[in-house]
């Protein structure tokens, strides 16, 4: 979830973060692993750089095709009378894992892709059509959400916090990013429908139950890709990073 100007080197430091230990207690400035003194390093500026390199947008357009396939994707199952639709998972996914920017950019890509005419909207539609629908207003909150819950889910990873801590954290950012959703799903389906707030919120009540279960497996699943990739963690604080590794 790191955004594009992080650099290599810095984000490898998401390694010693999930492998090794180091979030249960930071290192000793100025000392190894084993306590034993280091000389001081010269201080190394890496180059910024600007816009999406070839990696950022493979994974823009890997989420973007991901959230798009799990909306074609009929429910698995349906708990009581809400089916259990797996996209929501993908779109919580994405900015948790890629961060503001790459996340967003994801989500964006794939509402140019419905808007523009490919059936990769909820029951095979598509179309500028669909945002004027009762629904239309949950692809916008979609979009906004995830910049909003990826620039918290990039502060809270780079923040470096207990692991114990991490997975609670990361529950709390999928919560406002549910928030920002229904908010414009609310305020589509009294624009576009006509509904009064009080039967707008009443109609998603149980839809909104089934996303919270949606949202621990969605932080289940980004702690295990930062586990098996952990290059893909945003690099740490200034602070926190000169004071972990050898």
């Avoid at 692993?33 to 816009?51: C, D, L, M, V, Y």
């Avoid at 708990?79 to 950019?105: D, H, K, T, Y």
């Avoid at 889910?153 to 920002?180: E, F, K, N, Q």
């Amino acid at each position: 979830m790191a955004d594009p100007s992080a650099t290599d080197s810095t984000r490898a430091s998401g390694t010693d973060y999930l492998h090794n230990g180091s979030a249960g207690g930071p290192a000793v400035p100025g000392q190894g692993s084993r306590g034993i003194p280091r000389a001081p390093e010269p201080a190394r500026t890496a180059p910024a750089k600007r816009g999406f390199e070839a990696t950022d947008i493979a994974l823009i357009a890997v989420f973007a095709a991901l959230i798009a396939v799990l909306a074609i994707i009929p429910p698995l199952f349906a708990i009581g009378a809400v089916p259990f639709a797996l996209q929501m998972i993908a779109v919580m996914a994405a900015p948790m894992i890629l961060g503001s920017l790459r996340g967003g950019a994801a989500v964006g890509l794939y509402l140019v892709v419905g808007l523009l005419g490919l059936p990769v909207f909820a029951g095979q539609t598509s179309g500028p059509g669909v945002l004027l629908g009762a629904s239309g207003g949950f692809l916008l909150g979609y979009f906004f959400g995830a910049f909003v819950a990826g620039a918290l889910a990039t502060a809270v990873l780079r923040s470096r916090p207990r692991r114990s801590v991490l997975p609670i954290l990361l529950y709390l950012v999928a919560l406002v990013d549910m928030v920002v959703i229904y908010a414009f799903g609310v305020a589509g389906m009294m624009i576009n429908a006509g509904m009064s707030l009080r039967v707008a919120v009443a109609a998603n009540g149980l839809f909104l139950a089934v996303d919270l279960v949606k949202a621990v497996l969605v932080v289940i699943i980004a702690v295990a890709v930062f586990t098996a990739f952990p290059r893909l963690m945003p690099a740490p604080r200034r602070g926190l990073r000169a004071a972990a590794g050898d």
